[in-house]
């Protein structure tokens, strides 16, 4: 069971190119989430979706596009990198039960740097 | 909206040390209370869990109890390893589709 998984691992990107962050989950969740980490803030939501064929901004949703065609799958787009997105991103999936709560399951990341 | 607060770090414990980590939240309703830890080069995982007010999440050896009192949700344990080192997060929920985390405390533990 190979759970959230995201590529790639690894980029780098000149100002102003365009990239897609894969993210695909295998354990049937309906939401799915885009997160950045930086250093000393955290995560913070980029945009999110609960369910096939929606979508929806967080936090920080400027300079990036999502999409959700599959259930499991749900990609994040920079469409003009700039230096500002250099970070570590992170898909996750999740369900929500009674009683259970929203647990998130989260991908290994990815590394971006944008020169 | 839901807002978490946790314990500033580093935090930096000698083996056998005992460990707390505050956090404390705000949120509308009832949420679940998360605690989710982050080693080296990995992403995030599911440390412990409550749900509802007075439950104690445990794992590991990782304990904290759901205070509504105080909405806290203070992770311990009574014997820290250096396996334990990593980056511990408090997060709420209450919206199910979303959820709040705290900015992350980095805990190193030296033999």
């Known amino acids: 069971n190979a759970g959230v998984t995201q590529t790639p691992k690894f980029r780098v990107l000149k100002t102003g190119q365009s990239m897609t962050l894969l993210c695909a989950q295998d354990?049937?969740?309906?939401?799915m989430y885009w997160y950045r980490q930086d250093p000393g803030m955290g995560l913070r939501l980029i945009h999110y979706s609960v369910g096939e064929g929606t979508t929806a901004k967080g936090e920080v949703p400027d300079g990036y596009n999502v999409s959700r065609l599959k259930k499991q799958n749900f990609l994040l787009g920079l469409e003009s990198a700039a230096p500002s997105q250099t970070s570590v991103y992170f898909c996750?999936?999740?369900?929500f039960g009674q009683g259970v709560g929203n647990i998130q399951y989260f991908g290994a990341g990815t590394r971006l740097s944008v020169l | 909206g839901d807002s978490v607060t946790q314990m500033e770090g580093p935090v930096t414990l000698s083996e056998e040390a005992f460990l707390t980590i505050n956090c404390t939240y705000t949120a509308t309703g009832y949420p679940s209370l998360f605690w989710y830890v982050q080693y080296p080069g990995e992403g995030l995982q599911l440390l412990l869990k409550?749900?509802?007010?007075?439950d104690k999440g445990s794992n590991k050896g990782f304990e904290a109890t759901y205070r509504k009192e105080t909405t806290s949700f203070h992770l311990e344990k009574g014997s820290v390893q250096v396996s334990d080192s990593a980056v511990y997060f408090c997060?709420?929920?209450?919206?199910?589709?979303?959820?709040?985390f705290g900015d992350g405390t980095t805990l190193t533990v030296k033999p």
């Open positions: 409550a749900t509802k007010a007075d």
């Open positions: 354990m049937n969740h309906e939401y």
């Open positions: 996750a999936s999740s369900y």
């Open positions: 997060a709420t929920n209450t919206n199910a589709g979303k959820s709040t």
